[in-house]
């Protein structure tokens, strides 16, 4: 046989070898492609699932009474105090960061702002002095051991 006979064999079974190794890489690729994706879904659901188990949980109650029932200091030049328990029923410590009050009378929107971390079961009372006002929401800033930011809305309660 002739020896340009066993080269072009040689060069055909090389180029063929090469073509499954070229056919099973990019196969081994596309793998990796889909495990990198079920990868980063499965961390983001892991992320998700322990931001909710964070999230804050507090009660917070108001309650709007007469200045002169309570002594305030800033109160004198007002008639209203909005006061705002936050009480942290859940596992995990809060920081409270601050309590906004906002009324219908000139759109008044008045902040006590509150730096201070809340344990199971502790409590913090924010007092807020306010005018003559027919309806008033209380907002209750806090962020979770994660740092997200979160918002509830103060439940009133009646008073005197």
């Known amino acids: ?14 180029v063929l070898i090469t073509a499954y190794y070229a056919w099973a ?3 081994l690729l596309g793998t990796i492609q889909e495990m990198v994706a079920a990868t980063k879904e499965l961390v983001e659901t892991t992320w998700r699932t ?3 188990s964070v999230v804050p949980q507090v009660e917070c109650r108001t309650v709007n009474s007469n200045s002169t029932q309570n002594q305030s200091a800033d109160a004198t030049a007002r008639q209203l105090v909005s006061e705002t328990t936050i009480t942290n029923v859940g596992p995990h410590r809060v920081r409270l960061a601050r309590v906004r009050l906002e009324t219908d009378s000139d759109g008044e929107h008045v902040r006590r702002y509150v730096d201070r971390w809340l344990v199971t079961n502790d409590c913090e009372t924010v ?3 306010f005018g003559k006002s027919n309806h008033t929401k209380v907002f209750v800033h806090l962020e979770d ?3 997200q930011s979160h ?7 009646q008073g005197s």
């Open 127 to 129: 007092q807020i002095p």
């Open 50 to 52: 322990y931001a909710l």
């Open 25 to 27: 890489t990019h196969r």
């Open 145 to 147: 051991l994660a740092g």
């Open 151 to 157: 918002v509830v809305v103060s439940e009133h309660v």
């Open 1 to 14: 046989m002739n020896p340009n006979t066993y080269l072009a064999i040689l060069t055909g079974a090389l």
